[in-house]
């Protein structure tokens, strides 16, 4: 089993020299745990000219800056949504993510902060089947509507039938799934172009959110994945999904460091309940703290 980051940022830390060798095995350790090589080095470089500049040997005092530069790059998003308006959460991201049941956790934590306003599910991913039986499986067990075609069907169709139907029966938000084939990435660009048209003509964009869920474990194909759909429509912010205390980890200071993306929520476990919001304190004494 793999060290975690924070078992071997205590080792590095134990050897008690404070030299070349020493930055060096700090950055091979943050490489290591998805931060990128480009970002890793950014990072040390840093914290040896701040150490050199403020004549820090101190090993706490050391750490403390370490944490600080890494904190720098990470960005936390501040969700909320407007209960008086219609709002629209569209997620992104390829297959195997965890996408639809990342969707079932947000309607539930939803559903816990904004009591009494309607949540409405959209099963957009119309290119698998099996994504439309998952969320109208976890409609049925959140007690929340789900609005579906025929697989195969248009997506974009989909999206404007739910966001009519939320119209009519005075639901709030609207939680709307999405392909992610990535073995066919024009296909699935010009398709999520469509979408975003089609719910930008009918929703305020300050009403509007773009999503994009990321499986830790994936590492540095988390990255590139944040960087493909970011281009494609833009993307607001990304949940960290199948996250536990055993990831690497580092891939959400990588996106936010390199791509200026910040992080709403993060999944630690398979019940509706495991999802909260990305706290960045939280999520740095979990990946660094000795």
């Known amino acids: 089993m793999k060290l975690a980051l924070s078992e071997k940022i205590k080792a590095i830390f134990k050897k008690n020299k404070i030299d070349n060798v020493f930055y060096e095995d700090i950055e091979d350790a943050?490489?290591?745990s998805d931060m990128g090589t480009a970002l890793s080095s950014e990072i040390v470089k840093k914290l040896k000219a701040d150490a050199l500049k403020n004549k820090i040997t101190d090993q706490e005092a050391?750490?403390?800056?370490?944490?600080?530069?890494?904190?720098?790059?990470?960005?936390?998003?501040?969700f909320s949504i407007d209960p008086q308006k219609l709002n629209?959460?569209?997620?992104?991201?390829?297959n195997g993510v965890g996408k639809t049941t990342t969707i079932a956790k947000a309607a539930r934590l939803i559903q816990n902060e904004y009591k009494g306003e309607g949540v409405l599910l959209a099963a957009a991913d119309t290119f698998r089947a099996a994504?439309?039986?998952q969320l109208k499986i976890h409609g049925e067990r959140l007690g929340v509507r789900v609005i579906s075609q025929e697989h195969g069907s248009d997506p974009g169709a989909v999206i404007y039938d739910t966001i009519e139907s939320a119209k009519a029966k005075g639901?709030?938000?609207?939680?709307?799934?999405t392909a992610g084939r990535m073995h066919n990435k024009t296909n699935l660009?010009?398709?999520?172009?469509?979408?975003?048209?089609?719910?930008k003509n009918k929703i305020p964009g300050e009403n509007y959110f773009k999503f994009l869920v990321?499986?830790?474990t994936t590492g540095q194909n988390g990255f590139n994945q944040a960087e493909i759909f970011n281009e494609a429509i833009g993307i607001d912010a990304v949940v960290l999904a199948k996250y536990d205390s055993t990831s690497k980890g580092g891939i959400a200071v990588s996106i936010s460091g390199k791509l200026g993306i910040p992080f709403v929520f993060i999944g630690t476990g398979e019940k509706y309940d495991n999802l909260k919001r990305f706290n960045k304190k939280e999520y740095l004494d979990n990946l660094l703290d000795v």
């Open 189 to 199: 660009v010009k398709e999520l172009q469509k979408i975003d048209k089609i719910i």
């Open 88 to 94: 629209l959460i569209l997620f992104l991201g390829v």
């Open 62 to 78: 050391l750490y403390s800056l370490l944490k600080e530069n890494i904190s720098e790059k990470i960005l936390e998003y501040n």
């Open 171 to 177: 639901d709030k938000v609207i939680l709307a799934d």
């Open 214 to 216: 990321i499986d830790s």
């Open 131 to 133: 994504a439309i039986d």
């Open 30 to 32: 943050l490489i290591e």
